[in-house]
């Protein structure tokens, strides 16, 4: 049965949707060698949203290359619903929105689907279904040229959907585009999500992993250093942060500093100080009562500070990341499915 955003997938197949195993991937050679992939591990279920994190050059794309077949791994093994990525990607068990995925300009927005629908086998009576649930009927007859960035993306990923694939691969999906256009997108995404379709995506959107990936895989260094439900790496780095307005920020700060439950100290202005804390109920004692404070606000770590500790963490000398005997991360547990 095909999957549509109102019916239920098949029943499950035994094997991972993608399965990377101890998968290296290096560019050029002596002084100009680029280690992109190193070592990644990477098993995702059937009906997983998984967002794949990490700074410029983690390694993202080139993981997602290798899950496609586009690029052959150095060492270690890449399999797609059991097979060889190239083998699932011609059966049509695969969709991808690559970074570079081009349009022809002068085609209208139907025009296009019935084009590539035609390459796959099936496809074109999937045309009219998947032009609704990409949101583009009302768009059929605008040139693509006419189109905004998020119509243009909502197009790719209605080409993605056509050979009504076990998996899809988004490659910064929504890179460039404003926040309404953003929020359109990923409505037509979850919806996908929501009926089972296997979503793995990359982004820099910190704020797209919370909202849309019930697992987050943190990469940097071309390694896996964060595999978990998004809501598990979040809180590996503990504590609040805490805010208020207080006439002596400074003097506060500095003293604050070297306390051990204060994780970092900052006066954004002279006046309101930020601080990351573990015992937040303490200090925002301290703050009515002896700091004269006033708009305290106490709010969880968000995923960008977990993401920027993390890295951190990963990236540092110490830490591992550039040695091949670093200790790889905990694996997962099999991850959360879309709701
Ligand atoms: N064809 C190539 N030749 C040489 N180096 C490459 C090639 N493709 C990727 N790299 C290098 O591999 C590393 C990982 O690149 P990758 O594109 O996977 O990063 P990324 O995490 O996707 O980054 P971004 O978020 O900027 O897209 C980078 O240092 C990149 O310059």
Not at 60 to 66: C, E, F, G, R
Not at 176 to 193: K, L, P, T, Y
Not at 209 to 220: C, G, K, S
Request: negative net charge.
């Amino acid at each position: 049965m095909e999957r549509t955003s109102d019916s239920l997938p098949p029943a499950a197949d035994a094997a991972p949707v993608l399965d990377l195993r101890g998968v290296h991937k290096s560019f050029g050679r002596g002084a100009h060698r680029v280690d992109a992939v190193r070592g990644v591990d990477l098993t995702v279920h059937r009906g997983d949203v998984v967002a794949l994190l990490g700074h410029n050059g983690a390694g993202k794309s080139v993981t997602l290359d290798m899950a496609l077949g586009l690029q052959a791994p150095a060492s270690g093994e890449v399999r797609v619903c059991g097979d060889r990525p190239s083998r699932a990607v011609s059966a049509g068990r695969v969709g991808a929105m690559l970074q570079s995925g081009a349009l022809l300009d002068d085609l209208r927005v139907a025009e296009t689907v019935r084009a590539v629908a035609s390459l796959h086998p099936g496809g074109r009576r999937r045309v009219g279904s998947v032009m609704d649930r990409a949101g583009l009927t009302p768009l059929a007859t605008r040139r693509v040229s006419r189109c905004s960035g998020g119509e243009k993306q909502r197009l790719r990923f209605a080409l993605a959907l056509l050979p009504d694939p076990d998996l899809m691969v988004l490659d910064e999906p929504t890179a460039g585009m404003d926040v309404s256009a953003r929020q359109e997108f990923w409505e037509v995404v979850s919806a996908e999500a929501q009926a089972g379709r296997t979503i793995v995506f990359a982004t820099h959107y910190l704020a797209e992993a919370e909202e849309y990936a019930p697992r987050t895989v943190l990469m940097a260094g071309g390694r896996v250093i964060a595999d978990d439900t998004t809501e598990a790496v979040r809180s590996r780095v503990p504590g609040r942060v805490l805010t208020c307005t207080t006439p002596d920020a400074g003097r506060l700060a500095q003293q604050l500093a070297g306390e051990p439950d204060v994780v970092d100290v900052r006066t954004p202005t002279p006046d309101r100080l930020e601080m990351r804390v573990t015992d937040s109920d303490r200090f925002a004692r301290l703050a009515l009562t002896e700091w004269r404070a006033t708009g305290l606000q106490i709010v969880p770590l968000g995923l960008d500070e977990a993401f920027a500790e993390l890295t951190r963490e990963a990236t540092d000398p110490h830490g591992g990341t550039d040695s091949d005997q670093s200790t790889p991360p905990a694996r997962p547990e099999p991850a959360a499915t879309a709701a």
